[in-house]
DNA sequence: AGCATAAATGAATGGATATTCATTTGATAT
DNA sequence: ATATCAAATGAATATCCATTCATTTATGCT
């Protein structure tokens, strides 16, 4: 067994145990017995509790830039763009539950490490958002009187408030694909009528 | 001193504490020398720590509420009254800025009592701005073809998106006004050019 | 096979802190 | 002034659990 497979292991027994139980409530023996290993084993890989979130967070969200980066590439549009992102992004709730339920909360938590988290890798990932607003700015496709930086946020919580549905409360009223095309659809068109 | 007097005095403490350091990693006794009080005195007016979590959700969403529907009532027009929602919002997060930070970060925990909570007081809070979109769909000024429950979500992640920001960041970038105005904009109008 | 090194184990430790409760302090009435 | 009851105190308790490390087990090499 390659040192590599047990990391895995381990990460995948704290992204279950952390989704379900939340950071603070999980215990080190509960990640133990998920992964099969000795609660000793943990800190052959790990330096602390703390440290497991911490790659967890490094390493699958650097996962899930590299996926959206290339579904994205697949687009010249930048409003099918905004929709690709959108699915993507609401996929991800119903393919890796655990995951997006550890990401929900535990990137909210307060704590230095955390909030910093969320000003570099993080941001990596919202900032995909922006990126496609300013070029659809250049090409006139997006109104150039708004702020890409209030976009991306207020296009990212749209998705990040429709996940925290699914995931409080899994009986999914709407559809992914629903969801993403009537949030981007919002978007784009705006609510009012005519 | 009245008896409701302590009762809010541990709450503002509990407010101040737990939005500094998080509900897990704040100490009873953390909370007992804010408020001024001896340890055993906080079990006198609370069961236990997360009985004072849950009073103070229960209590401070219950004034919110008021206060924006005291503020909404003053508008007729829909359009009007999202702006006026995205305004307090925003507001309390500058006016308020440790019990957002409980409300950002507590209410994303895992924990069933938190889960049911979400479910009840809280949706009540988030519903006002369904009820925005279902009358003004009856007025005709809203696209009659989206599904409020889904604006609803969008509109109010939009919000919270932006509180996070500042939250984590307090070196406004953009002022409450700018941003509420900006994001109701957004959901009007569409971000498409022409 | 026999040695050496690495990996894994899990019981024991130590530190933290929520909660309790015997005691003290304060208020009210007679 | 004294008795009675309520409110407040904070040191002591009990529990929980992350982390350590002496010991065991597996792996690889000659």
Redesign the pocket.
Known sequence: ?K?SD?HQKILNAAIKVFGQKGFF??????IAKEA??????????F????DILLTLFEEEIGKLITEIRAAISQKSDQREMLYIFALHHLRLVIEKKELAEVLQMELRQSGESIKEYRRTKFADYVNIISEIIRTGQENNIIRRDLKPGIIKRAFFGALDEMSRLWILNPSHKYTVEESAEAISDIFLNGIVAD
Chains 1, 2 share one sequence.
């Open positions: 067994m040192k047990k409530n999980a215990r080190i023996s509960d099969d290993v000795a609660d000793g084993t943990i800190y052959l890989y330096n602390n509790k703390y």
